[in-house]
């Protein structure tokens, strides 16, 4: 046996302390585990005083403890609650203190969220590549709305909202709705349909889509297909009120107008009731100030034509003494232009000579005239028929039928031109000769140019 006692002896594995050896499973934990998602129920959650959140998820074989700090759950969109089933996004870890296998937490969303999300982005690039989403096609709602349509539950909170918005807005707008169901299976198809009908029986000017806040899955009917093609198609103006503030489908992009919750949505698509009245009033006092303002300038323009006008006895007084003073006028200028005849014609009986001298002279100065008036006339004759011979021996010279008679022709296309050189015919052309008497048909069989 003393081979045995001289064997090395095995060496000493270093001693560890409860602490160290926890801080060695961390980092080792943390090394080779990933950040993941985790899926489970939560249970024995738990708020500290500190904002940190304590729970468990579990599934029905195992369970691990998780943690979720206050840097970190104050942006999830909800608080978990036991029974809550939930996807996290955690680091595993150690606690140290206690030796426990722990998730640290960093993001959380309830069970199939992030696939309904995608899904959500999938549909949602489509329709907006289909051209539903375009903000020129969105329209603006009508001012003044007859009557409003409303799609949703009759039994839903949202109605009530919408209701009693409506009542405190204007109170004697009238509501048409078109009852659907908002949540479970086949809502979406519902909801669709309840457009459609609105549409198509045109009774109302808006057409309200809404329902109360939710979880993602239960505004998901919201976020079917078939709902925002039927309201990208609807006839009426549609305005979207799903949800609260921070919820987004698709009704709310394919509506002309998104309003962040059903109140908002009556309050967008109906005019303030009370606003309406106070306008009216200033308008009355604009009008009654402007009628007054106008009946005060009429009033002054009757009296300035009141102190104008003047009664028809005056009006004939004045033009009696104005028909006097003319007469008078009138007289004075008769006799005075009388007196002048008179002096005029006296004067002219001083220089009037006898009847006898003046048509002797008359007579001398009309046989010179007509002597003059012969000579020009035969003149002016000869002279003519010169100048006649002259114009007419220059135009016989002129007239192309003289050019004919002497055996010349004129060559013509057929459109009438007249040829002038032989280089713009062709062999084979076709022509027209007319001659002094009667015209030809010909057609060319060569050209040269001399």
Known sequence: MDWIDDAPAPPELPVLTVSELNRMARRALEAQLPLLWVEGEISNFTRAASGHWYFSLKDANAQVRCVMFRGR????????ANGDHVEIRALPSLYEARGEFQLGAEQIRRAGSGRLYEAFLRLKAKLEADGLFDPARKRALPRFPRCLGVVTSPQAAALHDVLTALARRMPGLPVIVYPTPVQGTGAGAQIAAAIRIAGVRAECDVLLVCRGGGSLEDLWAFNDEAVARAIAASPIPVVSGVGHETDFTLADFAADLRAPTPTAAAELASPLGQELLLQLERH???????????QQTEMQRLDYL?????????QLRRQQLGLDQLSQRLGSAVRGRL??????VARLSQRLVTPRHLIQREQQRLAALDSRSRRAVQGGFAQRQLTLARLASSLAHLNPEGVLARGYSIVQLDNGTVVQDAASLNAGDPIGIRFHRGRARAKVESTSEE
Request: overall charge positive; glycine content about 0%.
């Open 339 to 344: 007196t002048r005849e008179q002096l005029h």
């Open 284 to 294: 009355a006092r604009q009008l009654q100030h402007h009628l007054m303002r106008k």
């Open 306 to 314: 009141a102190r104008r006008l003047v009664h028809p006895a005056e």
């Open 73 to 80: 759950n104050q942006y999830a969109d909800f608080t978990p």
